[in-house]
Antibody, heavy 115, light 110 residues
Framework: EVQLVESGGGLVQPGGSLRLSCAASGFTFSSYWMHWVRQAPGKGLVWVSLINSDGSSTKYADSVKGRFTISRDNAKNTLYLQMNSLRAEDTAVYYC????????WGQGTLVTVSS | QSALTQPASVSGSPGQSITISCTGTSSDIGTYNLVSWYQQHPGKAPKLMIYEGTKRPSGVSNRFSGSKSGNTASLTISGLQAEDEGDYYCCSYVTGSSYVFGTGTKVTVL
């Protein structure tokens, strides 16, 4: 069974940093592109970033470019999102998802940016 | 990259058919047959319903179908059922290897 479990969310002050993790199981993690997608409270889905299967290529939405870094450790079956210079508008549930297009999704982790 | 445009809400009675549109540009929907559709229930993760414009993943009811014309993709739900209520999002590949989601449509079964 495919499972994606996000962790690392929480409350952080504006300008702060946070690293999200996504633990994958039930499939060959190293064979799949992976995404981060976020959803602000009561709002729609917004694509954030993707990484190819071996980690050599990454893409970002303009709204996070230069502040967020996606990475992966295929030996640990884990996807990461390093978030720096956080803003109030980054407050959202962050989902990791598998494949292109995303097929399986985790349950999400809530990031709240507030003073 | 601007979000794809969807109607805010669509409703129908049980047994009816409804169609949700998703309008993009020549940089996404108009060029690639890589539109996917997701269903999301409150507090839950999105579920893939359609991929590559018209294909259904295993386990998804054949009441769900997808199509495309020009820069607009569509999702049709036939034989509407109470369990189909929820939010629906389209998503497209974009030139330059990124993705964009639609604004979302709330489906109500009357």
């Amino acid at each position: 069974e495919v499972q994606l479990v996000e962790s690392g969310g929480g409350l952080v002050q504006p300008g702060g940093s946070l690293r999200l993790s996504c633990a994958a199981s039930g499939f060959t993690f190293s064979s799949y592109w992976m995404h981060w997608v976020r959803q602000a409270p009561g709002k729609g889905l917004v694509w954030v970033s993707l990484i190819n299967s071996d980690g050599s290529s990454t893409k970002y939405a303009d709204s996070v470019k230069g502040r967020f870094t996606i990475s992966r450790d295929n030996a640990k079956n884990t996807l990461y999102l390093q978030m720096n210079s956080l803003r109030a508008e980054d407050t959202a549930v962050y989902y990791c998802s598998r494949g292109a297009p995303p097929d399986y999704w985790g349950q999400g982790t809530l990031v709240t940016v507030s003073s | 990259q601007s979000a794809l445009t969807q109607p805010a809400s669509v409703s129908g009675s049980p047994g009816q058919s409804i169609t949700i549109s998703c309008t993009g540009t020549s940089s996404d929907i108009g060029t690639y047959n890589l539109v996917s559709w997701y269903q999301q229930h409150p507090g839950k993760a999105p579920k893939l319903m359609i991929y590559e414009g018209t294909k259904r993943p295993s386990g998804v009811s054949n009441r769900f179908s997808g199509s495309k014309s020009g820069n607009t993709a569509s999702l049709t739900i036939s034989g509407l059922q109470a369990e189909d209520e929820g939010d629906y999002y389209c998503c497209s590949y974009v030139t330059g290897s990124s993705y964009v989601f639609g604004t979302g449509t709330k489906v109500t079964v009357l």
